[in-house]
């Protein structure tokens, strides 16, 4: 997610001097003989990821990497992948592509290569009828109260954009949604997409998403510095997956609402 900051960066720079030292990738020939994806995975990320009552995984980066792998013609090896670990994980060569929302920025970008973007982050307002609205500067009132989760980068990111609301923390997702649901909040600043399905518990409520984001960032997947054979082939195989539905159609399964900006599929890349 498009949380980290430069300074989180070079934290990562520090991690792979020491327990995660660079290691040269798999190639994609590598991958095809021995007939493995290794597969990055954040094991906490529903509904990305997460473990069903009988123990398999399920989420949308499930089905993602089942499609990239049968498109390769191997078999999926999980690795359970925490989000600080993604960048680690893919530059000591304990994965092959790491999944788990991996944001494209700057910093990350000095050490792993992406693919063409899988999915988009739209940080945006969810709001309801019983509040007006039209830009996330019109909730920036003291009258409004916005949910939010202890620990989420938003909560620093509201407090310093907008100032004059108030913050009302709990520890979910579910329970951030069921806070504006109850009238207990206003509205939520965050990446929506991954709270839309939550709304759904709340058929009475009258939702909305105010029009215009507040910024939109474009998801990939991450592959190792320099595995360039093995990206080529993932972006032909992404293409694919975008142009034939796929990809939003699982989205739409996994989060009940459609993304709130589509990835327009493009042959060049």
């Excluded at 307002?125 to 409004?144: K, Q, R, Y």
Aim: glycine residues 6%; hydrophobic residues 45%; proline residues 5%.
């Amino acid at each position: 997610m498009f949380k980290r900051t430069f300074l989180a960066a070079l934290g990562g720079l520090a991690l792979l001097a020491t327990p995660f030292a660079a290691a040269e990738a798999r190639t994609l020939d590598e991958i095809l003989s021995e007939g493995v994806l290794r597969v990055g995975i954040n094991p906490n990320f529903p509904n990305m990821s997460t473990r069903n009552d009988a123990g398999d995984w399920e989420g949308f980066d499930i089905d993602i990497a089942n499609a990239l792998a049968a498109g390769l013609g191997v078999e999926v090896e999980w690795v359970p992948t925490e989000t600080p670990q993604r960048v680690p994980f893919l530059v000591s060569d304990r994965i092959d592509i790491s999944l788990g929302a991996l944001t494209r920025n700057a910093e990350r970008a000095m050490l792993i290569d992406y693919t063409v973007p899988l999915h988009t982050e739209v940080l945006a307002v969810l709001a309801t009828d019983e509040i007006e609205g039209d830009s996330w500067e019109d909730f920036n009132l003291d009258s409004v109260t916005l949910a939010n989760m202890r620990g989420n980068w938003t909560v620093g990111w509201i407090e310093e954009n907008m100032p004059e609301v108030e913050l009302e923390l709990v520890d979910s997702l579910a329970d951030t949604v069921r806070l504006v649901a109850q009238g207990r909040a206003d509205a939520i600043v965050e990446n929506i997409d991954f709270f839309m399905a939550f709304t759904e518990n709340y058929p009475d409520v009258n939702w909305r998403v105010v029009e215009t984001p507040i910024f939109v960032a474009y998801c990939a997947i991450g592959v190792a510095q320099g595995n360039d054979n093995l990206t080529e082939v993932l972006n032909v195989i992404l293409y694919n997956l975008h142009s034939s539905g796929m990809v939003n159609e699982t989205w739409q399964a996994h989060y009940g609402a459609p993304m709130l900006r589509e990835v327009e599929p493009t042959p060049y890349f």
